[in-house]
């Protein structure tokens, strides 16, 4: 029975993997849609949310089967239920994404690449929801503890860009409605940090059995 019950947690690991991926790849697609003014790649971006929706439910539905079927003791069950947080978390990700994508597709931002860091911005939350999969997958308290802290990171380029959006507008007025479009995509990376950051503190609750609000 045990080892039955090892082969689905492997399989939850897996499919946590999955989507985490499809996650890190809307983001990238949305972002390099926005520096390329590539209508295919913001479409991407939109397809990968329905993607990622399809896998939150699979997982939803593999967690609650481990839960009714397996009766797992109690460090089990913090583990299927921080990943049973952990998908929420991930999904709106993938609306975050979708939402750079969707703003992409209806305005050409493109020649505003250099005036953010955009770019750099988003490689940074990548990196923390790529890390956030990776420590639940192999328990790594430290890991987990160390995107919290990353975190700090990602809001300082939010601020960064928010500083240059209003230096940039104080002179170029006239390109107020695109400034605005490049501050929400930056505020939605903003988001998906913090989204990031709630999938660690799950990882350490489904660890050490506390979780910090």
């Given at each position: 029975?045990?080892?039955r019950f090892d082969m689905?947690?492997?399989?939850?690991?897996?499919?946590?993997?999955?989507?985490?991926?499809l996650c890190?790849?809307?983001?990238?697609?949305a972002?390099?849609?926005?520096?390329?003014?590539?209508?295919?790649?913001?479409?991407?971006?939109?397809?990968?949310e329905k993607?990622?929706?399809?896998k939150?439910?699979?997982?939803e539905?593999?967690?609650l089967?481990?839960?009714?079927?397996?009766?797992?003791?109690?460090?089990?069950?913090?583990?299927?239920?921080?990943?049973?947080?952990?998908?929420?978390?991930?999904?709106r990700?993938g609306?975050q994404?979708?939402?750079?994508a969707?703003?992409v597709?209806h305005?050409d931002?493109?020649?505003?690449?250099?005036k953010?860091?955009?770019?750099?911005?988003?490689?940074?939350v990548?990196?923390?929801?790529?890390?956030?999969?990776d420590?639940?997958?192999?328990?790594?308290?430290?890991?987990?503890?160390?995107?919290?802290k990353?975190?700090?990171?990602?809001?300082?380029y939010?601020?960064?860009?928010?500083?240059?959006?209003?230096?940039?507008?104080?002179q170029?007025?006239e390109n107020?409605?695109?400034?605005?479009?490049?501050?929400?995509i930056?505020?939605?990376?903003?988001?998906i940090?913090d989204?990031?950051?709630?999938i660690a503190?799950?990882?350490?609750?489904?660890?050490v059995?506390?979780?910090?609000?």
């Amino acid at each position: 029975m045990r080892s039955r019950f090892d082969m689905q947690l492997e399989a939850l690991n897996n499919d946590l993997i999955t989507m985490g991926a499809l996650c890190e790849n809307a983001i990238a697609c949305a972002v390099k849609a926005l520096t390329t003014n590539d209508m295919e790649l913001a479409a991407l971006a939109i397809a990968a949310e329905k993607d990622i929706d399809r896998k939150e439910r699979d997982i939803e539905a593999l967690c609650l089967k481990l839960i009714l079927e397996q009766q797992p003791v109690a460090r089990d069950l913090r583990l299927i239920s921080s990943a049973l947080k952990m998908i929420t978390d991930m999904e709106r990700i993938g609306d975050q994404a979708e939402d750079i994508a969707v703003l992409v597709k209806h305005n050409d931002l493109s020649e505003s690449k250099n005036k953010v860091h955009i770019i750099e911005m988003s490689e940074a939350v990548i990196k923390m929801v790529t890390d956030s999969i990776d420590a639940f997958v192999r328990r790594d308290l430290e890991l987990a503890k160390s995107i919290i802290k990353y975190d700090d990171i990602v809001d300082n380029y939010f601020i960064s860009i928010k500083n240059d959006l209003i230096a940039y507008i104080s002179q170029y007025p006239e390109n107020a409605d695109k400034v605005m479009d490049i501050f929400m995509i930056a505020k939605y990376l903003e988001r998906i940090g913090d989204h990031a950051t709630n999938i660690a503190e799950w990882v350490e609750f489904s660890i050490v059995g506390s979780h910090e609000e």
